[in-house]
């Protein structure tokens, strides 16, 4: 089974290592379902595995969220999420952030009813 890993994004050209993709592994990058130019795949000297680069064009930038399929033979093996512009007003991150201030409030009303029901029980 391939397996495709992220090793770092730099200078717009996303880069990663292949393991058990075969001796010559064709990737193939995808966004919006069109075929992104330029991929290459070449083998690690003296390592079972090859290593991939795909640039990322800057016109498929644009506000808000992008996502690269990586596949080989049909199966995807890894995206490439990319994030663009302003966030919007109901941004998950800050429904996240509004999520764990309500638990905090509802934990810290929990153990007050309960030191309050233990309180209780100890006076009867």
Same mark, same amino acid.
């Given at each position: 089974?391939?397996?495709?890993?992220?090793? *770092?994004?730099?200078?717009?050209?996303?880069?990663?290592?292949?393991?058990?993709?075969?001796?010559?592994?064709?990737?193939?990058?995808?966004?919006?379902? /069109? @075929?992104?130019?330029?991929?290459?795949?070449?083998?690690?000297?003296?390592?079972?595995?090859?290593?991939?680069?795909?640039?990322?064009?800057? @016109?498929?930038?644009?506000?808000?969220?992008?996502?690269?399929?990586?596949?080989?033979?049909?199966?995807?093996?890894?995206?490439?999420?990319?994030?663009?512009?302003?966030?919007?007003?109901?941004?998950? *991150?800050?429904?996240?952030?509004?999520?764990?201030? /309500?638990?905090?409030?509802?934990?810290?009303?929990? *153990? *007050?009813?309960? @030191?309050?029901?233990?309180?209780?029980?100890?006076?009867?």
């Amino acid at each position: 089974m391939a397996k495709l890993s992220q090793t *770092r994004i730099v200078r717009g050209v996303w880069e990663g290592v292949l393991t058990g993709g075969g001796e010559t592994p064709v990737v193939e990058a995808l966004h919006e379902g /069109e @075929a992104l130019p330029g991929v290459e795949v070449v083998a690690l000297p003296g390592e079972a595995g090859h290593a991939v680069r795909v640039p990322l064009p800057g @016109a498929i930038l644009s506000e808000g969220v992008q996502v690269v399929l990586l596949r080989l033979g049909g199966e995807v093996l890894t995206q490439i999420t990319l994030v663009a512009g302003l966030p919007p007003d109901e941004d998950l *991150r800050a429904e996240v952030n509004l999520l764990r201030a /309500e638990l905090e409030l509802l934990k810290r009303a929990f *153990r *007050r009813h309960c @030191a309050e029901t233990a309180r209780q029980g100890q006076i009867s």
